[in-house]
């Protein structure tokens, strides 16, 4: 490893072992904890609920360390997924070493890694989220010959008391980018990127959002922090590994953190939109060709919106994300694609297509290196997600949808053609446009409705077990919130009492 990525690195690990977090291995998180005197280690896993669960240990003795990370641990797998029958219940977990971090909040010198689950065989477990989404990623890969990268945009709300916006008020729904002292919670947003970085997680940047609002008694401040991308099968764990880490530093400051769908009426909400890229065998952003994007790109797009319907009972679990998704707010309603348009439900933003000198013409004459031409950044953004999102299961099904867009191949790109937009469909003098594209499902009910229609598709060559598509179509339509909006439409304290019931969504 290169002596400036260690030096630059936040992970005390990567530093101490001079080596990347991939090539970690069980030795080398051994001699770690024997050199550093770490005297405990956890076992993080996601259960069905969606949910990190952890199992505690304590370094008695080295025969005992070695034996616990080459073998796992045993688990009630009935416990933790309803689909497990009690009667065979028990699961292996085992420690996937790329994970392992120092814990910034135990008070004893602690190592904690992130787990797969296994079968009494000594097989990955089927239907686990971390391998149904590692299932979804080789099948992608075997069929395209290309990987994906994805990032999360992690949006979350501070509740604290109304008190704290006293000094320096802020203005109702204007945050976005604000800075202290309008911007009261900052300390948290910096420390939480910190700590992020520290565990492994790779930030991107982080900033205050549009919303914030007081009520009678509460102070609402609206923040986000993005991820760079990572590997696939790695984003899920970050996303979790920064809503762990944002939920303590919560309690230490004594206010209250939530990624809820929505808070309140006329108020923004709050998203959790995926950034992905399509990238080669050698690691090379496929997403523009010839300064415009790639075919490849305008399929998995179209898959994407072929499959928006459906998507959005592994990425809109709860009542209240369908108090998100509704017209004429920056939340999607209508399934359509657009270049930096954040009305559509797919955007392409803002990248480093064209071959400009803005460095120079910032610095000058200052800057005289040649700037290169960066066309690695680009993304597509799926805007559809929230906080309740169901991270790995979300993550598979957009791998199957995107596969699905590249397979069809002049279908993906006539589809992507016929569903691009390039106005804002909210204004209206765009309502003829808006009316005739296809609209998303408007409640959890709708959401299970869809993805019975394609649960052929998910299920195939069994990425999906039929279990787990079972268990979110029962969970789906179990809130019973068939025509949820318009039956809550004005009826602000039964909305008030359903925010607070999924207040801590996931």
């Not at 120092?102 to 787990?115: A, R």
């Not at 097989?123 to 299932?135: D, F, G, M, V, Y």
């Not at 940047?205 to 102070?219: C, I, L, Q």
């Not at 991820?227 to 309690?251: C, Q």
Request: glycine share 6%; net charge negative.
């Amino acid at each position: 490893m290169r002596e400036y990525e260690v030096a630059l690195n936040s992970n005390s690990l990567v530093k101490y072992l001079r080596k990347p977090a991939e090539e970690f291995t069980r030795h080398d998180i051994i001699r770690y904890i024997e050199e550093n005197n770490i005297e405990q280690f956890n076992f993080h896993y996601v259960a069905g609920d969606g949910k990190m669960k952890t199992l505690n240990f304590v370094t008695t003795s080295r025969e005992y360390l070695e034996s616990v990370l080459a073998t796992g641990e045993r688990v009630d797998g009935s416990s933790l997924f309803k689909f497990v029958d009690a009667s065979t219940s028990d699961l292996y977990v085992i420690p996937r070493f790329r994970t392992a971090f120092l814990n910034p909040f135990s008070e004893v010198p602690t190592i904690d890694m992130f787990c797969s689950y296994y079968t009494k065989d000594g097989k990955p477990l089927e239907s686990a989220p971390e391998n149904i989404l590692r299932k979804a990623h080789k099948r992608f890969t075997k069929a395209t010959g290309l990987k994906v990268k994805a990032l999360g945009e992690l949006e979350y709300y501070i509740i604290a008391d109304k008190d704290a916006n006293l000094r320096y008020p802020a203005t109702d729904q204007r945050g976005y980018h604000e800075s202290k002292p309008f911007a009261k919670f900052e300390n948290i947003r910096v420390e939480a990127m910190r700590l992020i970085a520290r565990c492994g997680g790779k930030i991107k940047y982080a900033h205050s959002e549009v919303g914030n609002f007081t009520t009678e008694d509460k102070y609402y401040e609206q923040h986000e922090i993005e991820f760079n991308p990572v590997n696939i099968e790695e984003t899920a764990d970050h996303l979790l590994l920064g809503k762990w880490i944002l939920r303590n530093i919560a309690l230490k400051y004594g206010v209250e953190i939530t990624w809820a769908p929505k808070i309140t009426v006329g108020k923004a909400g709050s998203g959790l939109h995926i950034h992905y890229m399509l990238v080669d065998e050698n690691n090379k952003n496929v997403m523009i060709e010839n300064e415009g994007l790639s075919n490849v790109a305008l399929q998995s797009i179209a898959g994407l919106l072929l499959k928006a319907k459906s998507l959005t009972a592994f990425g809109n679990t709860v009542p209240t994300s369908y108090l998100r998704l509704v017209p004429h707010q920056e939340a999607p309603t209508n399934i359509c694609w657009g270049e930096t348009n954040r009305s559509a439900l797919v955007r392409v933003p803002l990248g480093w297509i064209l071959k400009t000198q803005m460095i120079k013409d910032a610095n000058s004459p200052y800057e005289i290196a040649e700037v290169p031409y960066i066309h690695g950044k680009q993304t597509a953004e799926f805007r559809v997600p929230d906080g309740s999102a169901d991270l790995y299961h979300l993550l598979a099904a957009m791998l199957m949808a995107m596969q699905n867009g590249i397979e069809m191949k002049e279908e993906g790109l006539k589809k992507a053609k016929e569903l691009k937009i390039e106005v804002n469909i909210f204004r209206e003098e765009n309502k003829h446009i808006a009316d005739k594209l296809e609209k998303l499902p408007i409640c959890c009910f709708d959401s299970a409705d869809e993805l019975e229609k394609e649960r052929d598709f998910y299920q195939k060559d069994n990425v999906f077990p039929k279990g787990t598509i079972d268990y979110f179509i029962k969970q789906l339509k179990s809130y019973n919130d068939k025509n949820l909006s318009e039956n809550l439409y004005g009826k602000h304290d039964e909305i008030k009492k359903l925010v607070e019931e999924y207040i801590n969504c996931q």
